[in-house]
C-alpha cells in the first residue's frame, strides 16, 4: 500500500495480522517510555482524591537565614549580604565586630522555604528546605541559625533552626576526583520548623461547603452532584460551575460540620476526563488516556503502512475491485479495525519495528487527519 492508496471500500482481513503484544513486552524500543493513564471504565474512586474543600489549602513560608560550620564550603568574600547577616546575627546576641573582619568560608546565605499546612497547630513542627543564594560549593555538614519564617502578610509563622541533611556525598580518592551524587546546594531540616503562629481555618456555623475539582469537568462535575444528592437528599449540592459543588449543610450536621465532610469526601465518584494524547518530542514519551479512538484511514510512513478499515463481507469478496491494496515489497502492513484504540496502534507498530519518532510522526499526521478522536499535545 502507498500513500495515494486509500480506499473506503470494505477490505478483507488479512490472513497474518500482527499479534498485539502487551504493553511492557512490546515497548523494546529503548529510548520511548510509553504510559497509558487507563482504567476501568467503572472504575470510582473518592471524592477527596478528585477535589478539596474551599479554605483548607497549605500556606507558603519563607526566610531569609544564615547557615554555619561548613568546611571551607560557604561563600566567598564577594558575598557582602552573607557578612552582613552574619554581622546582624552576632550584634543580636551582643557581640559587635566590624564586617570587614569576618571570614565566610565556613558561613553561607539561604532562603529557608516551608508549607505550612491546614490545621497546623502551635508547636507542632513542619519539613523546610534550605537553599544556598550565595556561592557555596556545598551546605554539607552545616546548621541553620534560627530563622523566622513569614508569610505573605509579612507575619511570622514559624521558626527553623537545626543541622542540615543534605542527602548527598562527594566520591573521594583518584577513581572518581569531584565526582559528586545528589545537589548538595540545597538541603532539608525534617521538622526543622516549630509553627507559632495558626492560621485559623473553621467550618463551624457554616450553611454551605464548597467543593472545588481538581481537574474542572462537567461531566465529573454533574456526577459528583449526584452522588451528594444520593446521599444526603435532593436539593443538598448544586453545581456552580464545571469546577465547583456548593454542599448546603443540612439541620443535622449544623454543630458536627466535621461529620458532614468525613462522609461527604469518602464519596465513591466516577471520573470522566477529555480524550488526550500527550507527545514529549525530547524524551520519546507518550502519555495517553483510555478514550482515545481512531477512525478509518489509510497512513504510509516510510517502510511503515497503517491501516485502520473492516474486513470485507464473503460476498464482496468476490467483486472484482474488492481486493485490498498490497504494501510494496519490503514494507510492513499493519491493518486494525475501525474504533482501535490508540494503544493498539502503538502496540502493533512496535510489533512491526517502529522507531520512537516514528510514532510521534504517525500520531500528528493521524491527528492531522481528523481520524484521532483526541487533543493532542507537543510539549
Given amino acids: 500500500m502507498n500513500a495515494a492508496t486509500i480506499r473506503h471500500s470494505r477490505r478483507p482481513a488479512p490472513a497474518a495480522r500482527p499479534k498485539l503484544l502487551p504493553v511492557v513486552t512490546g515497548l523494546t524500543l529503548g529510548l520511548i517510555c510509553l504510559v497509558f493513564l487507563v482504567a476501568e471504565a467503572?472504575?470510582?474512586?473518592?471524592?477527596?482524591?478528585?477535589?478539596?474543600?474551599?479554605?483548607?489549602?497549605?500556606?507558603?513560608?519563607v526566610g531569609y537565614g544564615i547557615v554555619v560550620g561548613l568546611d571551607g564550603s560557604g561563600d566567598g568574600r564577594n558575598a557582602a549580604f552573607t557578612i552582613s547577616g552574619l554581622a546582624n546575627a552576632l550584634r543580636n546576641m551582643g557581640i559587635n565586630i566590624n564586617p570587614d573582619d569576618i571570614q565566610v568560608r565556613n558561613v553561607a546565605a539561604v532562603m529557608v522555604t516551608a508549607k505550612l499546612p491546614p490545621f497546623a497547630k502551635s508547636g507542632q513542627h513542619i519539613d523546610v528546605t534550605v537553599s544556598s543564594v550565595g556561592d557555596a560549593s556545598s551546605l554539607r555538614g552545616g546548621t541553620l541559625l534560627v530563622t523566622p519564617l513569614k508569610g505573605l502578610d509579612n507575619q511570622v509563622y514559624a521558626i527553623a533552626q537545626g543541622p542540615l541533611s543534605i542527602g548527598g556525598f562527594e566520591l573521594q580518592g583518584p577513581a572518581a576526583p569531584g565526582r559528586q551524587q545528589n545537589h548538595q546546594t540545597v538541603a532539608r531540616i525534617p521538622g526543622g520548623a516549630s509553627v507559632e503562629r495558626e492560621v485559623p481555618v473553621t467550618f463551624a456555623q457554616r450553611e454551605e461547603i464548597v467543593i472545588s475539582l481538581n481537574s474542572p469537568d462537567f461531566t465529573t462535575v454533574q456526577r459528583m452532584t449526584q452522588a451528594i444528592n444520593n446521599h444526603l437528599g435532593n436539593g443538598a449540592a448544586r453545581s456552580r460551575d464545571g469546577a465547583t459543588v456548593v454542599v448546603r449543610v443540612p439541620e443535622q450536621y449544623r454543630h458536627n460540620e466535621i461529620a458532614l465532610l468525613a462522609e461527604v469526601e469518602n464519596l465513591q465518584i466516577v471520573p470522566d476526563n477529555r480524550a488526550r494524547v500527550v507527545l514529549d518530542e525530547r524524551t520519546g514519551t507518550v502519555v495517553m488516556g483510555e478514550n482515545v479512538r481512531i477512525r478509518e484511514l489509510a497512513v504510509a510512513h516510510g517502510d511503515l503502512n497503517l491501516q485502520v478499515a473492516p474486513a470485507l463481507d464473503p460476498d464482496e469478496l468476490m467483486m472484482p475491485d474488492a481486493a485490498p491494496p498490497r504494501a510494496a515489497e519490503g514494507d510492513q502492513l499493519v491493518r486494525l479495525d475501525p474504533g482501535a484504540t490508540l494503544g493498539e496502534v502503538v502496540q502493533a507498530l512496535n510489533a512491526v519495528g517502529a522507531a520512537p519518532r516514528d510514532l510521534i510522526a504517525i500520531f500528528q499526521s493521524i491527528k492531522a487527519s481528523g481520524a484521532l478522536n483526541a487533543e493532542l499535545e507537543i510539549i
Avoid at 43 to 60: E, F, M, T, Y
Fill in 42 to 61: 467503572a472504575a470510582s474512586v473518592r471524592l477527596k482524591d478528585l477535589a478539596s474543600i474551599q479554605g483548607v489549602r497549605h500556606n507558603q513560608l
